[in-house]
C-alpha cells in the first residue's frame, strides 16, 4: 500500500444542505416484521423511443437536468431527429426507432441502399443469444468480432430496425462458469482498440451506447458519455415500466451538480437495464401490490465515480447492503462524495450498484443467494476496471468499503476475482457464511487482498458500533441459531483487523456512531459509519490514504 498522501479533508461535511435519509434503523426495523409474520404463521396457521440521441455534453446536460429541475433548454438546442429514409420491415419513415444522433456517420462507398442486410441480421441473431441467461463467453466474443465487420452505416441501420439493442443489456456473471468465460477486460481493451476503426467506435457508441458503455475494456470516460446518451433515450420511452422509470431518474439525478448541471467530476461508468426474465429471482413485498405486476422486469443497476477512475492513483468500490437500490442512487453517490472529499484528488470514490441486494424487510438477507450472485458481478468489474487500467500501463490501488449485506458479497467477490486488491474495509456487517472458506485456514488469507506494513497482514478490517442493534439481526435473528456466520469485526477467527467506532478506544479522534446507518442525514446530532468527524470515517480514510499502520487496532 502506498503511502501518506495528505488528508483532503477540509471540514465538517454534516453541514451540506437538504439532508436525506439514510438508511439507519429503516432497513432491518421492516425485517423485524417479516419475522413476526413468520413466527406468527408457524405459530398459528394451517397448510419509438421518445427523443433522439444527444451528440454533445450541453444537450447531455438538458436532457438529464430538465425534468428534474423543472427548467428549460436553450432555444435551438433541440436535437434533430435524424429518423432513417430506409427504414427496414419494421418501422415507418418518421418513426422514432432508436437512437438517433445528431451526425450519422458516413462509409464511404458503401451508400445506405446497398447495406448488406444479411450482415445486420445475423447480428441481431448473435446479439439474442448473448443476453441469453445462459450466454457465455463464447456467445460475447461472436457478438464483438461480428460488429467488427459492420459499416459505420450497417451499425446505425442494426440499431434503426432493431431499437431492443438499446433496451437490454449484454449480461454480466452471475456464476462461476460465467465468471470464467466472459471476455477479460483485456479482451475488450484489444477489441475496442485494435478491431474496431475510429469511424466503427463512433458509430458504435453512438447507436449502440447501452452495449458500449459497459464493456470491460473500455475507458470510462467514452463509457460515461455513452451510457449517459443510453439513459436519455430509456428516460420516459413508452416501453420503460414505471419501477424503471423512477429509478432512471435517481441516477440521472445522482449525475448533477448543485445546480441541477451534470457533474464533470461525476462518471456514469455502467448502466445495466438487464432484459424480460420470466422470474427475476427477486423476494417482492407482498404488501407492494405494483411490484408483482413488473417482477419479470429487473432494476435498472449503475455504478457513478465520483472522481476520474481513468486516472486516479487510488480508486475504491462502494458496496451497499439491503435496501440499497438504485432507487435511491442520489443518496448512494453522496455517500461516496463525502469520502472522496476526506481525500484528495489522486482518488477516486465509486458508488457501485450493480446487484440486487435484499429489499427492505426481505428475509433473503438470511440467505446468500443475492450476495454470490452480485459477488461474481462485483469480480468481473474489479477485474475488468484493473485490466482497463493496466492497457495504459495503470496499476491503481483499489479499495472496498463494504456495509451490512454488501460485506457478503464483498467477500464472495474477492474469493472470485483475478486481480489482488489492496484492502477491504468491513462496517456493520450481516455476517460472512462459514461455508464460503475451507475449513483450517483464516477467511482472510483466503481472499485475494494484498498485505500491508511490516505486518504483512491481510489488508482486511473490520468495525461494528456498540450501539448498531441491527447487524447482529442479519447474522442471528431473534438469537434463534439457524445461521452460521462469521461476525468479522469480532469473530477472531476470522482474521480482520478491528478498529473502534464508538468514538472512545483506540488512538483516532472521532465521534461514536449511532445505530446502523452509514450516514444519519436526518439527524445532525447523530453519527453514521460515514459521516464525516465518527471515528470510523476518519479511520476509513486513514486506510484509504495508506496509512493504516498509523491505526490502533483492537
Same mark, same amino acid.
Given at each position: 500500500?502506498? +503511502? ?12 451540506? @444542505? ?27 396457521? @394451517? ?155 463512433? *458509430? ?10 459497459? $464493456? ?35 441516477? *440521472? ?6 445546480? +441541477? ?28 401490490? +405494483? ?130 486488491? *489492496? ?17 483450517? $485456514? ?7 487482498? @494484498? ?27 431473534? +438469537? ?67 496509512? *493504516? ?6
Amino acid at each position: 500500500m502506498k +503511502g501518506h498522501r495528505g488528508s483532503g479533508h477540509t471540514g465538517n461535511g454534516r453541514t451540506l @444542505a437538504a439532508r436525506e435519509s439514510g438508511q439507519g434503523t429503516v432497513e432491518y426495523t421492516g425485517l423485524a416484521v417479516v419475522i413476526a409474520i413468520i413466527l406468527g404463521a408457524l405459530l398459528f396457521s @394451517a397448510p419509438s423511443w421518445g427523443s433522439a440521441l444527444t451528440s454533445t455534453v450541453d444537450r447531455i446536460i438538458c436532457d438529464i437536468s430538465q425534468p428534474l429541475s423543472g427548467g428549460e433548454c436553450g432555444a435551438g438546442e433541440s436535437p434533430e431527429n435524424l429518423a432513417l429514409e430506409e427504414s427496414g420491415p419494421d418501422s415507418h419513415p418518421g418513426e422514432d426507432t432508436g437512437p438517433q444522433p445528431a451526425a450519422a456517420p458516413e462509409e464511404p462507398g458503401i451508400p445506405d441502399d446497398r447495406l448488406e442486410q444479411e450482415l445486420v441480421d445475423e447480428a441481431v441473431e448473435l446479439f439474442e443469444r448473448a443476453i441469453a441467461e445462459d450466454a457465455t463467453g463464447d456467445d460475447i466474443r461472436a457478438l464483438r468480432e461480428h460488429l467488427a465487420d459492420l459499416s459505420p452505416a450497417e451499425i446505425r441501420q442494426l440499431s434503426a430496425q432493431h431499437p431492443n439493442i438499446n433496451r437490454y443489456s449484454m449480461p454480466v456473471p452471475r456464476t462461476h462458469e460465467q465468471l470464467a468465460s466472459f471476455p477479460t477486460g483485456a479482451e475488450g481493451a484489444s477489441w475496442w482498440n485494435d478491431s474496431l476503426t475510429e469511424e466503427q467506435r463512433t *458509430a458504435l457508441a453512438q447507436y449502440m451506447p447501452l452495449m458500449i458503455g459497459n $464493456v470491460e475494456g473500455v475507458d470510462y470516460e467514452t463509457r460515461s458519455e455513452a451510457n449517459l446518451n443510453a439513459l436519455a433515450f430509456l428516460r420516459g420511452h413508452e416501453g420503460t415500466t414505471a419501477a424503471q422509470q423512477e429509478r432512471l431518474d435517481q441516477i *440521472a439525478s445522482s449525475m448533477l451538480d448543485p445546480t +441541477g448541471q451534470l457533474d464533470e467530476n461525476r462518471y456514469l461508468l455502467s448502466l445495466n437495464m438487464g432484459h424480460p426474465r420470466e422470474n427475476s429471482g427477486r423476494w417482492y413485498n407482498p404488501f407492494d401490490w +405494483g411490484a408483482a405486476e413488473e417482477k419479470h422486469w429487473p432494476d435498472p443497476l449503475a455504478a457513478v465515480s465520483v472522481g476520474n477512475p481513468d486516472t486516479t492513483e487510488t480508486t475504491s468500490f462502494n458496496i451497499a447492503g439491503m435496501g440499497s437500490n438504485t432507487d435511491n442512487m442520489p443518496t448512494e453517490v453522496r455517500r461516496a462524495q463525502g469520502l472522496y472529499d476526506g481525500l484528495d484528488e489522486t482518488h477516486a470514490v465509486i458508488s457501485w450498484i450493480g446487484y440486487d441486494p435484499p429489499s427492505t424487510a426481505s428475509p433473503s438477507v438470511w440467505s446468500s443467494d443475492l450476495a454470490e450472485a452480485g459477488g461474481y458481478a462485483l469480480a468481473y468489474a474489479l477485474d475488468g476496471y484493473q485490466q482497463t487500467r493496466a492497457t495504459s500501463g495503470d496499476s491503481p490501488e483499489v479499495f472496498l468499503n463494504c456495509h451490512s449485506y454488501g460485506t457478503n458479497t464483498c467477500n464472495h467477490a474477492l474469493m472470485n476475482n483475478q486481480e489482488t486488491v *489492496a484492502g477491504l474495509t468491513m462496517y456493520g456487517s450481516s455476517g460472512i457464511p462459514h461455508h464460503l472458506f475451507e475449513e483450517g $485456514v483464516p477467511p482472510v488469507q483466503q481472499l485475494n487482498v @494484498a498485505t500491508y506494513g511490516e505486518s504483512n497482514l491481510p489488508a482486511v478490517f473490520a468495525t461494528e458500533s456498540p450501539d448498531d442493534f441491527w447487524a447482529p439481526l442479519g447474522r442471528n435473528p431473534l +438469537g434463534l441459531g439457524i445461521i452460521d456466520r462469521y461476525n468479522p469485526a469480532q469473530d477472531a477467527s476470522y482474521g480482520a483487523q478491528i478498529f473502534y467506532s464508538d468514538g472512545e478506544g483506540g488512538n483516532i479522534e472521532g465521534e461514536g456512531v449511532h445505530g446502523h446507518g452509514q450516514n444519519e442525514y436526518d439527524h445532525p446530532e447523530r453519527y453514521g459509519y460515514l459521516d464525516p468527524d465518527s471515528q470510523s470515517y476518519e479511520t476509513m480514510i486513514l486506510i484509504l490514504q495508506g496509512l *493504516a499502520e498509523e491505526v490502533e487496532f483492537k
